[in-house]
């Protein structure tokens, strides 16, 4: 039982992590990618979205080459005495990021987008700047954008698998969470210990997109009002 917390609180953990650093990087990113324009976006926009697509071996491939003790990016961490951040949480922590990006930019690009241009030409008639205008009228626009991304993040890094296990190898109290676990329990042919696990999975799976068309029906409706 000790063990199972162990996993399922490193497991909340990683997903907690990611989840508060993907909603600040994703604000301005998501920010640029609503408002602009031209080929530039379109580049970004498709390499914030590759994940999506990109097998995640793939990108757990290219992450456990780029943080592992060869790599020119260690360079400055080796001097701080750090050789390596593959097979670390702080590893873990990267590749979540990196493979959830699109997951919390998505969301928050299309509630920025349905702001409106009305919206924001209006508070800049009134003489609000730019930031000033963001934070009074766009974020507090877009709360349910930051909600469904909040939600898919911490999600899609709860169930993660393949990059996890390529840039982490599931070492217990570091970064053997609960997929890896479910995984492990099949190899060693403990299917009642990996039924459990996968179920407490499928249910969180299910809660999630019950949530999601929840919000989703409740953002659409009119005001009553106007019914």
């Known amino acids: 039982m000790n063990a199972f917390a162990d996993v399922l609180w490193l497991t909340l953990r990683l ?7 993907l909603l600040v990087l994703a604000t301005p990113l998501a920010w640029w990618l609503a408002r602009g324009r031209g080929w530039r976006t379109e580049i970004v926009g498709a390499l914030v979205a590759l994940p999506i697509v990109l097998p995640p071996t793939v ?15 260690m360079i400055p961490f080796q001097a701080l005495g750090v050789r390596t951040l593959a097979f670390t949480f702080e590893g873990l922590v990267i590749g979540s990021v990196l493979y959830s990006l699109p997951f919390a930019v998505q969301p ?17 008639t009134l003489g609000a700047s ?3 205008t963001f934070w009074r009228v766009a974020a507090p626009l877009s709360v349910p954008g930051y909600v469904v991304a909040a939600i898919l993040t911490f999600a899609h890094t709860i169930g993660e698998f ?14 053997n969470v609960l997929s890896i676990e479910i995984y ?22 299910f809660a999630v997109v019950l949530t999601l068309l929840r919000l989703e ?5 009119p005001p009553l009002n106007e019914r």
């Open 108 to 124: 928050l690009r299309n509630a920025f987008r349905a702001v409106g241009e009305d919206n924001l030409d209006a508070a800049a």
């Open 217 to 221: 029906r409740r953002v659409a409706a």
């Open 162 to 175: 393949g990059v996890v296990l390529m840039i982490g190898g599931g070492i217990p109290g570091t970064t």
């Open 15 to 21: 997903a907690g992590v990611t989840t508060a650093i």
């Open 184 to 205: 492990k329990s099949v190899e060693a042919l403990e299917w009642g210990r990996a039924h459990a696990m996968a179920a407490l999975l499928a249910v969180f799976g």
């Open 130 to 132: 730019g930031w000033q």
């Open 59 to 73: 990108l757990g491939f290219y992450l456990l080459i780029a943080l592992g003790p060869n790599s020119p990016l």
